[in-house]
């Protein structure tokens, strides 16, 4: 795999350091989490980021938990996360049910479950489920974080 553009790569030790990154650098920047989608798109000239900012290992980021009642997954969950996830399978069943069917073990190994969102591709794996169950994303950025509803997230194929 030839990617046709350099870039610089950034693995940032936190997450103010990270937003401040793609803050600062606005559209000319990406965030790397698994990267399936990502490295495609950089591989087949689709996107050309000046800046990759690796989100991977970040504390806080990863992790699955049932809170009140509530399925909470982090931005760097996995597909194979999901699916061997006691809390994800005593509460939201048919969620582990997709993580099984998404691609291969390769890509659920590797591919998030929000990066799956981000990617906003009309062939979207954990969308449909999760927007079916009334989802909300709580995002994090340069001006604090706020909550979305997941059917407000996706504007068109690729557009959040």
Not at 64 to 70: E, M, N, P
């Amino acid at each position: 795999m030839t990617l046709t553009r350099s870039f610089t790569y950034v693995k940032p030790g936190s997450l103010p350091e990270a937003l401040a990154l793609l803050a600062e650098h606005g559209r000319g920047a990406a965030v790397l989490a698994g990267g399936t989608d990502l490295v495609s798109w950089m591989r087949d000239a689709l996107v050309a980021p000046e800046l990759v900012v690796d989100l991977k290992g970040l504390p806080g980021l990863g992790g699955i938990a049932l809170v009140d009642g509530t399925l909470r997954l982090g931005a760097l969950v996995t597909f194979s996360d999901v699916l061997r996830s006691p809390a994800v399978a005593a509460a939201f069943p048919v969620l582990a049910e997709m993580a099984g069917v998404v691609a291969s073990v390769g890509i659920r190994n590797r591919a998030t479950v929000v990066g799956n969102l981000c990617s906003a591709v009309p062939s979207n794996d954990a969308g449909p489920v999760l927007l079916a169950a009334g989802a909300s994303l709580q995002i994090a950025g340069p001006k604090g974080e706020h909550t979305i509803p997941l059917a407000e997230w996706f504007l068109g194929p690729r557009r959040t």
